[in-house]
């Protein structure tokens, strides 16, 4: 199975969403308690982002709830650092939790925040973990040599590699490594960042990831994957030679940000199916299918 887009795409749209937004885009995708769960970044009237919970029987008819999720104000303790809104959730399921890594936005620039739930209703909220400018943070499903591991995009002096860190406890972060680069002149050229939480299958860590290539003006969202060692987690065995899936259809073509797939959630079935949930032009969410099989098999 290559990536099949659905046939009904988008499957959810503002329309969907019971009060007033500019957009609904970008979702952490989870199975919980048997549902499809996405945790959706709602662009509000003023700008600002927030996340409100859909849910669904079969992957595909979604439900979003009356309400927001989680707002900016409700980080009492790091206000500051989420003032122009939170955007771009990952959702990874470890030790019986399910942990939120996000963006916050402010007057200080993008840094990643640090969440935690057990029932998508209470969330601890542990505040930044990194410094700005920094975004698109997943955090492996296990551990792997006695510590906890993310990969994430900071962004210096004009760089934008993904690297990757360690840490006994979640929120004490080290051993930082440049674990992939843009590569030069190609679709992935100008930055590129980690999708959703890493894989692991038996022939490594399958991970998603984005690539830009900006054109003046604009710049095309595409998505690839990579495939990384299973021990030593900063070492890339694998990567696709082109994108797996690029803007096509006028729902990825046209939006508010045009030319635009962008994914940070993806579930995986017990056949070894994936559901990759995804937005078109910063403006809906999709899905498309595939298999664990078909993402390694690209992986040269
Ligand atoms: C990135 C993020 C995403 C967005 C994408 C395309 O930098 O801000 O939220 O989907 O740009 O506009």
Redesign the pocket.
């Known amino acids: 199975m290559k990536i099949i887009r659905y046939k009904s795409n988008p499957v959810l749209t503002k329309e969907n969403v019971l009060f007033k937004v500019n957009s609904i885009?970008?979702p952490g995708a989870v199975k919980y308690k048997g549902k499809y769960l996405l945790v959706c970044?709602v662009e509000m009237p003023n700008g600002r982002s927030s996340f409100v919970l859909a849910e669904s029987n079969d992957g595909y008819a979604f439900k979003v709830h009356e309400k927001p999720f989680l707002t900016p104000e409700d980080h009492k303790d790091c206000f500051d650092y989420v003032e122009w809104g939170i955007?771009?959730l990952r959702v990874t399921s470890l030790n019986g939790k399910y942990y939120l890594t996000y963006?916050g936005y402010s007057k200080y620039m993008?840094l990643v925040i640090l969440a935690e739930t057990t029932d998508f209703k209470e969330v601890k909220i542990h505040g930044p973990i990194t410094e700005p400018s920094n975004?698109?943070c997943s955090l492996f499903p296990g551990k792997i040599n006695g510590y906890y591991w993310k990969v994430d995009r900071p962004s210096a002096e004009n760089r934008r590699d993904i690297w990757i860190s360690r840490s006994p406890d979640l929120i004490h972060w080290g051993g930082y490594k440049v674990l992939m680069q843009p590569e030069e002149g190609s679709w992935e050229q100008d930055?590129i960042?980690a999708s959703s939480n890493p894989i692991k299958t038996d022939k490594g860590w399958l991970m998603l990831y984005?690539g830009?290539r900006g054109f003046g003006i604009s710049?095309l969202?595409k998505l690839g994957v990579v495939l990384l060692d299973l021990n030593e987690p900063w070492k890339v065995i694998g990567k696709s030679l082109e994108p797996i899936l690029s803007p096509e259809t006028e729902y990825e073509r046209v939006g508010?940000?045009n030319n635009?797939v962008?994914s940070?959630g993806w579930i995986v079935e017990d056949d070894g199916s994936v559901k990759i949930y995804y937005?078109g032009?910063?403006t809906n969410i999709c899905v498309a299918e595939t298999s664990i099989n078909y993402l390694i098999s690209v992986c040269r």
């Open positions: 885009f970008n970044r955007e771009d963006t993008p975004k698109d930055k960042g984005h830009v710049s969202y508010d940000v635009v962008f940070n937005s032009a910063d």
